[in-house]
């Protein structure tokens, strides 16, 4: 696996492999199970994979985690050559920002309402880097996870306005034994959290199941959710979000 730190790094090195599909797993680092299943997706779909991790200060607000968001490197390049991946790109800010974030695009009305109304800036600080990384990756298909649903949408949106032509596929949630959704952020939980988390999805299914949002929302209230952002139903799914102490997680199942 090649590790590319600059644009004309990760450009030679595509041009060694030579011919072919190529599919691209953009991330934040600190990988589990549910990075790698893109991965593997993203082998099947496609005969060279480019995976990026880049902490992206624009969609962190200046009150939210991005010093503290974990980053550990050498660990996921470990984890992403054992999954064969030809190329990891790991550009630092200087290198996506050249122009200091001032060139900015702004994300469709996927992104309206739900994740929008409780991080305002979220999903334009996403739209502008992932067009940054798709002109520097130039993929042919890349895999974003359901597990961010809404963001899913926001990115398809892009891909179409902008006619990038790039090829976006959903992969599913991965998740723990309890069905708990696998994220970098589940490594802020404290041992008495974790059982809370993991009721997040047992309560959205139910909700799926119901049809019944608010009592959704009293429920994760009920067993020790600090802060309930949304239980909202769209594009046939219940989406949520919920505060743990400082931790927010998200989530979504399948409407019934
Ligand atoms: P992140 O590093 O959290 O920005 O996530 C990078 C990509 O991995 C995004 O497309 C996420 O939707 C996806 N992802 C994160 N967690 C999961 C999961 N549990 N299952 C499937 N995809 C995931």
């Known amino acids: 696996m090649k590790i590319a730190r600059t644009i004309e790094d990760l450009s030679t090195y595509k041009k060694?492999?030579?011919e072919g599909k190529f599919a691209y797993v953009p991330t934040m680092g600190a990988l589990h199970e549910g990075h790698l299943s893109l991965v593997q997706l993203a082998k099947e779909k496609a005969d060279h994979v480019i995976v990026s991790i880049f902490v992206n200060p624009t969609q962190f607000a200046p009150h939210e985690d991005f010093d503290s968001y974990p980053?550990?490197?050498?660990?996921?390049?470990?984890?992403?050559?054992?999954e064969?991946?030809?190329?990891?790109?790991?550009?630092?800010?200087?290198?996506?920002?050249?122009?200091?974030?001032?060139?900015?695009i702004k994300a469709g009305d996927a992104?309206?309402?739900?994740?929008?109304?409780f991080r305002p800036h979220f999903f334009d600080g996403v739209v502008n880097i992932v067009s940054r990384l798709f002109?520097?990756?130039k993929p042919d298909v890349a895999i974003f996870g359901q597990k961010d649903f809404q963001?899913?949408?926001?990115?398809?949106?892009?891909?179409?306005?902008?006619?990038?032509?790039?090829?976006?596929i959903g992969a599913p949630i991965a998740r723990d034994e309890s069905g708990l959704a696998l994220s970098s952020r589940n490594l802020y939980l404290?041992?008495?959290?974790?059982?809370?988390?993991?009721?997040?999805?047992?309560i959205l299914r139910e909700a799926a199941k119901t049809g019944n949002l608010?009592?959704?929302?009293?429920k994760l209230l009920g067993i020790g959710f600090d802060k309930v952002d949304y239980v909202a139903s769209r594009w046939n799914r219940i989406l949520g979000a919920a505060w743990l102490g400082k931790t927010r997680l998200i989530d979504n199942v399948a409407s019934e």
Do not use: C, H
């Open 16 to 18: 060694e492999l030579g």
């Open 71 to 82: 980053r550990m490197e050498e660990k996921d390049a470990r984890m992403l050559e054992e």
């Open 84 to 104: 064969e991946v030809d190329i990891l790109f790991v550009p630092n800010e200087s290198v996506m920002y050249p122009d200091g974030k001032n060139s900015t």
């Open 111 to 117: 992104a309206e309402g739900l994740e929008t109304t």
């Open 135 to 137: 002109w520097a990756v």
């Open 151 to 168: 963001q899913l949408q926001v990115i398809i949106q892009m891909v179409e306005d902008q006619n990038m032509g790039i090829e976006i």
């Open 190 to 202: 404290s041992a008495e959290e974790l059982p809370i988390a993991r009721q997040l999805n047992v």
């Open 214 to 218: 608010e009592e959704a929302e009293q």
